[in-house]
């Protein structure tokens, strides 16, 4: 039986540093579950894995596509499974590896995803609506049609809201979700810490991104013809740079701006991935944890 380690948990609280230690010291391989690192050149606002890092432990399903490509759920999800036979099938351990809880349970509870194919007309329908200023008003639609697909995503992404709400209108919402076991045992490993240290540990690392060249990232990124409509160019970090090169904010606004934003995404990333969920085993990372987590682990692979 294959075997899969997932580090899980909010951003910033260290899930690549302990993905990368885990791999050295179990002979692993890591597959990324972040929505943003699928996406080439956006390496710093992403905080992707760095070449050494790369080269030290091989590293899946990141540079897949170009900013402007469409990335889907589904092709996520394939790709993972790929991924994870073929580190599989070379005696090594696979570890599933972000906070994309979107990708993270797509991959290991086996989500049968909905092919609901896009709906042009419907989609600029809602895309004009949004436009005049109902973003709220689909968002509310979304929560009578689909409550839990409405709990998972975040009002602002405008994109995910009116996708949702094609797919709802297409299914039938009296089905449950379909989802069958995929074929490997899994382990997984959630990091926490306090929220104060949670948002000290973001806001230092939002800091780094600026003195290793985010702005001059996106200046580059916009240069090139990449929209800021663009999916890719939504995410935390770009979008509001973007605003401050479009001239609408100062640089420290778009910091801070992008230090709010990020404790936002922090605390919404427990909806996905919950202290109470019993399937996670939860560590706090102001403890000494590593030995007690590698003993589990090792538990993991022999049993």
Known sequence: MQRVVAVVGPTGVGKSALALKLACDFNGEIISADSRQVYRMLDIGTAKP?????????HHLIDVAQPDQDFSLAQYQHMAYQAIEGVSACGKLPILAGGSGLYIWAVLEGWQIPKVAPNSALRRELEARAANGEAPQLYAELQQLDRKAADRIDPRNTRRVIRALEISRKQDKNLAPSKTAPSFDQLIIGLTCSRAALYERIDRRVEKMMQQGLLNEVRELVAQGYDAELPAMSGIGYRQIITHLQGASTVDEAVQQIKYESHRLARQQY?????????IHWFDINDDYYDRLSIRVSHFLKT
Request: avoid cysteine.
């Open 271 to 279: 909806n996905w991935f919950s202290l109470k969920n019993d399937t």
């Open 50 to 58: 760095t070449t050494a890092e790369q080269e030290l432990i091989p």
